[in-house]
């Protein structure tokens, strides 16, 4: 069992920053891809980034590259989302996830965490 607590959402004008942290319980962080994933109202979830359980592969969804940056640090337990340039349609709920399995997968079977809020204003 992996419990799993997002911080960092908040309100942003277009163009600021926010970095997003992902906070994971239990001793196994390391077992487990990440990702990163936003749904936004009226929308269908959509994958945002995703890491593999040693860091070493990483996706973005093309509209998020060259603006997101997603890590981890297997000692803290922890994966972050470094969001820059942040435009409104980048507005949603963002929520992180594990699984054991394939680090782009959808992560249907894996644990989720209870979102963020991002609003980013125009």
């Known amino acids: 069992q992996v419990q799993l607590v997002e911080s960092g959402g908040g309100l942003v004008q277009a163009g600021g920053s926010l970095r997003l942290s992902c906070s994971a319980s239990g001793r196994t962080f390391s077992s487990y891809a990440m990702g990163w994933f936003r749904q936004a109202p009226g929308k269908e979830r959509e994958s945002v980034a995703a890491?593999?359980?040693?860091?070493?592969?990483?996706y973005y969804v093309d509209s998020v590259k060259g603006r997101f940056t997603i890590s981890r640090d297997n000692a803290k337990n922890t994966v972050y989302l470094q969001m820059m340039s942040l435009k409104p349609e980048d507005t949603a709920v963002y929520y992180c996830a594990a699984t054991t399995g394939y680090y782009r997968g959808t992560y249907d079977d894996g644990y989720w965490g209870q979102g963020t809020q991002v609003t980013v204003s125009s």
């Open positions: 890491i593999s359980k040693n860091g070493i592969l990483i």
